[in-house]
């Protein structure tokens, strides 16, 4: 590179604009990939999408802070985005009236078991406690877990990263499990995945049906708020 | 558009507000989605809110947020990057745990589900729902 081109590049590579871009890039490619494999969910936009940014940065050398300077920008907006689920469940509120009860159970089962499954089985295998306590608030968004994750001494990065590897794990699974069970209720079936895998599962189901979209949406939310009361609670109890 | 954000951006900034003051272990945002779903509730009632809520701008900002919601998570996920040496030492358990846990999960989340609404409802009542 010549000294004018590598200027050219320190510049853009400190600017917020090239990251924000490239992330946005990522993801359209990813996302024209994903259609073009007419949602297989093996070819998960988001996976993709994490993968070539990562690399880019790798054989950049260019640091995560750096790179979050600009994507900080989309990462903000997780926010409204959980405050937008008003809208889905607003609009299909007799449908979630009516299964009230089926919720509410599901989703205390389903946070208790997804908090105590990953802190056992990572116990099992001798991890240290700071995964393990990164690790407890995995099943909700982002945002949410790394709040969590931090004020109980855990790795907020590490919990971020775990959250975004079960998402997409459960967004891959979540059609072919529930096809192979043969469950054809839209409601039970995002409800499981939004309790599970938080808004990457929940972006899923409403690839796949608007009612499974509204329901996971809603676990999403509950559970986001369920962890935060229940994980210190667990870990303690699990004398973490 | 820019009503329909400023409202997505109020009901969180009350969420979170709420959250601080109370000491709520409550996410600011999830306590935001409640406080907009208790508006649209109200606002065929309340002639005070703004028409946005009525005339579908809301709605297409919503949907337009939640169309891409994976998308928001990709910043998150590149800290991979900063953790290559945790994962290269425990991958293969972390691995398993998170596996394991997601699949798990789902299962009992989903019979918890089926268990509860099959001891409320006949399948009659749930047919539509199931098509």
């Known amino acids: ?240 | 558009m820019i009503v329909s954000l400023c409202l997505l951006l109020l009901c969180q900034l009350a969420g979170e507000a709420m959250a601080r003051a109370a000491r709520l272990p409550v996410p600011g945002p999830v306590i935001g989605m409640m406080l907009l779903f208790g508006l649209l509730l109200l606002r065929e009632r309340l002639v005070f809110l703004p028409r946005e809520m009525r005339n579908g701008s809301l709605a297409a900002v919503c949907r337009g947020l939640l169309q891409n919601l994976s998308l928001l998570f990709v910043p998150a996920g590149v800290g991979v990057v900063e953790r290559l040496g945790l994962f290269e030492r425990y991958g293969l358990a972390l691995a398993v745990a998170v596996i394991a846990s997601t699949v798990i999960t789902m299962l009992v989340s989903l019979a918890a589900f089926r268990l509860a609404s099959r001891l409320l409802t006949r399948d009659d009542d749930t047919a539509e729902i199931m098509q």
């Not at chain 1, 600017?15 to 990939?33: F, I, K, M």
């Not at chain 1, 790394?146 to 004020?151: D, E, Q, T």
């Open chain 1, 1 to 240: 590179m010549s000294a004018v081109d590598l200027g050219l590049w320190v510049y853009l590579s400190r600017t917020p604009l090239l990251w924000l871009t490239l992330t946005l890039l990522a993801y359209a490619g990813a996302d024209r990939l994903s259609a073009a494999m007419r949602r297989n969910p093996l070819a998960n936009p988001v996976l993709i999408a994490i993968a070539v940014i990562a690399v880019i940065l790798l054989l950049t050398h260019t640091p995560y802070p750096t790179y979050f300077a600009g994507a900080q920008f989309v990462h903000f907006l997780l926010g409204p985005a959980t405050v937008a689920l008003a809208f889905p469940l607003y609009e299909n509120r007799a449908i979630v009236r009516g299964s009230l009860l089926p919720m509410g159970l599901a989703l205390f089962a389903g946070s208790v078991t997804a908090i105590l499954s990953a802190v056992l089985i990572a116990r099992a295998f001798g991890l240290p406690k700071l995964v393990l306590v990164s690790i407890a608030p995995k099943s909700v968004t982002a945002a949410v877990a790394m709040g969590v994750s931090n004020s109980l001494g855990g790795d907020a990065v590490l919990t971020a990263v775990m959250v975004i590897i079960t998402g997409i794990l459960g967004a891959i699974i979540v059609t072919p499990l529930m096809n192979a069970l043969g469950i054809k209720d839209w409601r039970a079936r995002g409800f499981a995945v939004g309790v599970a895998s938080h808004g990457i599962g929940t972006a899923r189901a409403f690839q796949v049906h608007p009612i499974a979209g509204t329901f996971a949406g809603i676990a999403m939310g509950l559970n986001a708020l369920l962890t935060a009361i229940l994980a210190p609670i667990i870990l303690r109890a699990l004398g973490l």
